[in-house]
């Protein structure tokens, strides 16, 4: 079976803050991407990556940044946290097969207060 | 960009009751695909479909992708099968867009 995992489930920051949020696929996928839910907007898709040290942005990119130094971590970044960041933030990755015509594998997400 | 709109918002039902969720989009995709995500957060695949029908047990989806929606069903539902339904269409590239979610709740 395909594992995501996440660092923390819950997370309390302060506004002003530099958040760390990992997250760590077990099955040598090369895409991994970071998603933030929040209520009456479904998911919307953050950054993503291709490959190590690859990026590209998403659809909400603003106020975030990425790092992915190693093919089964993907780190989101978040540089001086602010209240409008509270939210439930979601991992997923991969494989990453020609043609893209595959499903995506989600972690268990962390929700972030951001007080 | 594209827009995703799911049907109803919110659904209360009893168990063993039918149930039929909808996903309209508003241009051409793709691939469409359908998530459960349960009361605490996990986000699990229930159908890859692009076009035509599939089925798996209790669910079944459709996806008419000429009229631009696709349907999920639920039939014989059990509480288990509460939380929230998304519907989201890959534009390219495996960048999904999600619907905003059809929260299900199963009363025993």
């Known amino acids: ?115 | 960009g594209i827009q995703v709109e799911q049907s109803p918002p919110d659904l209360i039902l009893q168990e063993g009751a039918n149930s039929t969720l909808r996903c309209n989009f508003s241009d051409s995709v793709n691939n469409l695909q359908w998530f459960h995500q349960n009361p605490w957060g996990q986000l699990i695949n229930l159908f890859y479909i692009p076009s035509g029908t599939k089925q798996n047990g209790r669910l079944s989806a459709t996806t008419v992708a000429t009229e631009r929606y696709s349907l999920l069903y639920i039939s014989s539902s059990q509480t288990t099968d509460s939380g929230v339904y998304f519907c989201a269409v890959d534009t390219g590239a495996q960048k999904l867009v999600f619907g905003q979610g059809t929260r299900l709740t199963i009363n025993p």
């Open chain 1, 1 to 115: 079976d395909v594992k995501v995992t996440q660092s923390s489930r819950y997370l309390v920051k302060r506004t002003g803050e530099k958040v760390f949020l990992e997250c760590v696929q077990d099955m040598d996928h090369e895409n991994m991407f970071w998603y933030r839910q929040d209520p009456g907007l479904g998911l919307r898709l953050i950054y993503f990556s291709y490959d190590v040290k690859m990026k590209e942005k998403g659809d909400i990119p603003e106020g975030y940044s990425v790092s992915r130094e190693k093919k089964e971590r993907f780190s989101l970044i978040l540089e001086s946290a602010s209240t409008n960041q509270t939210s439930m933030y979601l991992c997923a990755s991969s494989r990453g097969l020609a043609g893209g015509q595959e499903t995506q594998y989600f972690g268990p997400g962390t929700r972030l207060l951001v007080l």
